[in-house]
């Protein structure tokens, strides 16, 4: 097969409308062809077309190669962005990993509301990934290997070339007369990718020559299935999600086990966090799901934690701050910043709650750990201890040390925004307000 501008025009065309088109660009062959063949479409596209390049600084070359894609760009008549990065990584850590992550970071500050960033991965990067997430033992989603387009940021992140031979490209790179350069690094087979592609995909394709596409069909095959899998993970997780995007333990265990673990996946990436390795899933499964009711069990990964309380699952901060051991003088502003990341409390008008004046007169603090302090309801009888009255606000016990306590005097009076503590005289003209607690996230 040839490879020509018509077909990459053909992806295009399956791909969400765009308002603006971003190639990456590291002046390579692949990017190369890419950049080239949507120029040569550019009468033909609705959106405009840009190029962005980024610079590592971890090769002697990075300086050679910046100045080789402004060549380029300035006669294909492209805009192009550079981004510049300063990149330490610390050893044992993957180079590799770390570069990827902050290019994409970095040209994610680029692109703006249904933005595409295109990428030129290409049909034998599909197959190596997939052999790559096999000796890893990854699941679905990895064997699933790269999607043609996703949902980036504000936009997206499209491969148009997925279903292109790297031979075609390379063709294609020699028909046009294109110059490119080489990233002594793909030769080092002491990567893993690179060892695929130089040792191992060579002997395959002497047996099977049409290995790399066979492999990446079948990634096709599996990305088909984790559509269908991801559809019924969302509608399994709106069965189970309980208040305040807490998942029911009952419900997940009523589900078999390979959708209960798909929906605690989808749990998960709803709320923007790493997904957990199998052995991590497991622990949850059995330490975390299936737990007495007086256990506090949790499970950790990253700085994550997911914790079972009163029939639910917790996402929280697997390490969370210090609680403050001072308390701290709260004095007639509408709003308090609380120490430790702890976000901040606010005064709302309203006709319950805390007379104004107490904070005029000064006598208004906020503290932390309830100890021995007690509560009394507003319209109940008797008081409750701190930790009863946690217990009925379905408070949990991680929770507790961080609650801003509001003191008037050396009197509890209201705990965050759960609770007043007393009847204060509010009404006939005197203005109280009530507390509002805007905590961090995961705490």
Aim: charged share 20%; hydrophobic share 40%.
């Amino acid at each position: 097969m040839t490879f020509s501008s018509a077909d990459l025009l053909a992806s295009l065309q399956s791909l969400p409308v765009a308002r603006a088109y971003w190639v990456a660009f590291s002046g390579g062959l692949d990017s190369h062809v890419l950049l080239h063949a949507m120029e040569r479409l550019r009468d033909r596209l609705e959106a405009p077309l840009h190029a962005v390049h980024v610079h590592h600084g971890l090769q002697q070359q990075a300086d050679a190669w910046e100045a080789h894609c402004r060549s380029v760009c300035a006669e294909l008549d492209v805009p192009l962005q550079v981004r510049h990065l300063d990149l330490q990584p610390a050893p044992g850590e993957s180079v590799e990993a770390i570069a990827r992550d902050a290019r994409y970071r970095a040209i994610g500050e680029l692109l703006g509301e249904q933005h595409m960033l295109l990428t030129a991965q290409h049909r034998d990067d599909q197959a190596e990934t997939l052999l790559l997430q096999l000796l890893r033992g990854a699941g679905i989603e990895g064997l699933a290997a790269m999607p043609m387009c996703k949902q980036w940021g504000q936009g997206w992140h499209a491969r148009p070339l997925l279903p292109v031979a790297r031979a075609d490209l390379h063709d294609y790179a020699r028909r046009h007369r294109l110059q490119w350069v080489e990233d002594p690094s793909n030769l080092d087979i002491r990567f893993d990718r690179n060892y695929l592609r130089r040792q191992v995909m060579p002997v395959l394709q002497q047996r099977w020559p049409s290995a790399a596409a066979t492999i990446a069909r079948s990634a096709a095959h599996l990305a088909a299935s984790l559509q269908t899998i991801a559809g019924q993970a969302a509608a399994d997780l709106q069965t189970c999600l309980g208040s305040g995007q807490r998942l029911q333990i009952a419900a997940l265990l009523s589900l078999p086990e390979a959708r209960r673990q798909a929906t605690l996946r989808a749990w998960l990436r709803a709320e923007g966090q790493a997904l957990p390795d199998q052995a991590r899933m497991q622990q949850i499964e059995y330490s975390v799901l299936r737990a007495g009711a007086d256990a506090a069990p949790v499970v950790s990964w990253a700085d994550i934690a997911v914790r079972a309380y009163r029939g639910e699952l917790w996402l929280t901060r697997a390490r969370l701050p210090e609680p403050p051991q001072r308390s701290l003088a709260w004095g007639d502003t509408r709003q308090l910043e609380l120490p430790a990341g702890l976000g901040r409390l606010q005064r709302q008008a309203a006709g319950a709650g805390i007379p104004d004046r107490l904070w005029r007169e000064g006598r208004v603090s906020v503290r932390w750990r309830g100890g021995d302090a007690s509560c009394r309801l507003p319209g109940r009888q008797g008081t409750r201890s701190f930790r009863k009255l946690c217990q009925e606000l379905a408070i949990p016990g991680w929770r507790r040390p961080y609650l801003p306590l509001l003191y008037v005097d050396d009197s509890l009076a209201a705990v965050a925004s759960y609770c007043v503590c007393g009847d204060w005289p509010c009404g006939s003209g005197e203005p109280c307000s009530s507390i509002q607690w805007d905590r961090p996230e995961l705490l």
